[in-house]
């Protein structure tokens, strides 16, 4: 137990337990299946991807969070409101009803429930669709849960915090041990782009994980449960938030270190696999039986509902506070209805969809966590901020329809559709030019022109911006 709060002072224990909290958050789906499968590819490149998927996955979720709390949640004061308005609504849907909360639910049901289901197969149609019977009920009963947790957002703390994430954690370091010292195999050979780029593949492998989107949710929604609990000053808000934010680091780090390990030393258990979900369950399968299916179940169940509950709850907050007339309690629901519906699209196709998006938007988010440290710097802060996220969308946007262009050509190189006949000719229109830009190929085009705009914003007002950070 911790100290008792005076003065409206968190104690010891609640400190530790909104960091426990936040790092639950963090953890679903993309964190734990990702990893293994970028550690198999990379191979002997190993630390050079994982240092790139640390800085997308980790390092820039911390500042995110940090950058948050140093602007008491206005992050987006800068902008235009309708164009500030824009963006916070295309964050919050992709980060929650759209792709990350929904695909909680069906690493779920693949990983934790799945094993353990005689039959699969069952499906029905409705409609024009053809439904999987078992996965429907699953996502259903997965996501009424988290509408239930989530309607009672000031026990958040309590619920998650204090006694979903303790349990969480002793699992997940019961697995982290055993993998550093029940190795599969020797560490193989590196594949594909991993052989050439591991850096800056790891970093946009660590897109996948939408954290850095989600920071910028979650900081909001961890300073309203602050408020909560009678933190009311924003200086002690802060404090809070960035303590709650190193202890998520460090957890996030623990957790992607041992399952790049387990990914790289796959061996053959990695044979024929899609993704490292799968190579998680043949590691424990192999290595722990009936047993370590039933570990690796309740993890992955774990960590999916505790971050399935963040980002409905975050995402009710915002869209109530947008909508007042829509009540939090509705949004709750609605919100868990939607990602149990989207939920039943299938896995492979729901993370095909979601990478353009993220090639695109993923950009003006590390732009805006950027701008929101230097913006004391700038002579003129407001343009610095629409000019810096202007040329990272823009350029972002061209990542993303070349991203898309690809997934939606066949083997044969031909466009499946006429949606992607426009994709390819954009950027087949634009490519000599852009393609002059280092890091074209691995898909980061943006990165130097948008720290090309935030130079040129702190040169020309390096003076003015020193006086007034002085």
Not at 120 to 133: I, K, P, V, Y
Request: charge should be neutral; glycine fraction near 10%; charged fraction near 10%.
């Amino acid at each position: 137990m911790g100290l008792p709060v005076q003065d409206n002072q968190m104690s010891i224990g609640d400190t530790l337990g909104l960091g426990f909290m936040t790092f639950a958050f963090f953890l679903g789906a993309g964190n734990l299946i990702f990893p293994p499968f970028a550690g198999m590819l990379a191979g002997e490149n190993m630390p050079l991807a994982m240092l790139g998927f640390l800085i997308t996955a980790v390092g820039l979720p911390l500042v995110g969070l940090i950058a948050v709390a140093k602007a008491q949640g206005k992050v987006m004061a800068m902008l235009p409101v309708f164009a500030a308005t824009t963006l916070a609504v295309a964050i919050y849907i992709i980060i929650g009803p759209a792709f990350a909360a929904p695909r909680t639910g069906l690493v779920a049901y693949e990983i934790g429930a799945k094993p353990f289901i005689d039959d699969t197969t069952a499906t029905f149609l409705l409609g024009s669709l053809e439904l999987n019977l078992t996965q429907l009920l699953y996502t259903l009963g997965f996501f009424a849960v988290t509408m239930l947790l989530a309607l009672f957002p000031g026990k958040l703390l309590d619920s998650v915090g204090k006694v979903l994430t303790p349990i969480l954690l002793i699992l997940l370091v019961g697995l982290a041990v055993s993998v550093l010292f029940l190795p599969a195999s020797e560490v193989g050979q590196a594949v594909g782009d991993y052989q050439q780029h591991p850096l800056t593949k790891g970093i946009l492998e660590g897109y996948n994980t939408m954290d850095t989107l989600a920071s910028l949710m979650f900081g909001m929604l961890i300073i309203d449960i602050l408020r909560k609990k009678g933190i009311d000053q924003p200086s002690d808000q802060t404090k809070y938030l960035i303590r709650a934010a190193f202890i998520a680091a460090a957890g996030l780090t623990f957790v992607y270190v041992s399952l790049f390990f387990l990914g790289a030393t796959a061996g053959d258990i990695a044979i024929g696999t899609k993704n490292g979900g799968e190579i998680l369950t043949n590691y424990v399968t192999r290595e722990f039986g009936e047993l370590g299916s039933v570990l690796l179940s309740s993890v992955v169940t774990l960590a999916c509902l505790t971050t399935a509950v963040g980002l409905v709850s975050a995402c009710s907050e915002f869209f109530n506070e947008l909508i007042p007339k829509l009540s939090y309690r509705f949004l709750v629901i609605f919100l868990s209805l939607i990602c149990a519906v989207i939920a039943n699209v299938g896995l492979s196709q729901l993370i095909a969809i979601s990478i353009p998006v993220l090639m695109t938007i993923y950009p003006v988010a590390i732009a805006l966590v950027v701008v929101t440290f230097l913006t004391a710097y700038f002579a003129n802060p407001q343009f610095a901020h629409r000019a810096v996220l202007s040329v990272a969308l823009f350029f972002g946007i061209f990542d993303g329809l070349k991203v898309a262009a690809k997934s939606l050509t066949d083997a044969e190189g031909q466009a499946m559709n006429g949606l992607a006949q426009v994709f390819i000719h954009i950027v087949n229109v634009m490519s000599p030019v852009l393609s002059k830009l280092p890091l074209y190929e691995e898909g980061m085009a943006w990165l130097l022109p948008t720290i090309a705009t935030i130079a040129l914003c702190l040169v020309f007002g390096r003076g003015r911006g020193q006086t007034a950070a002085a």
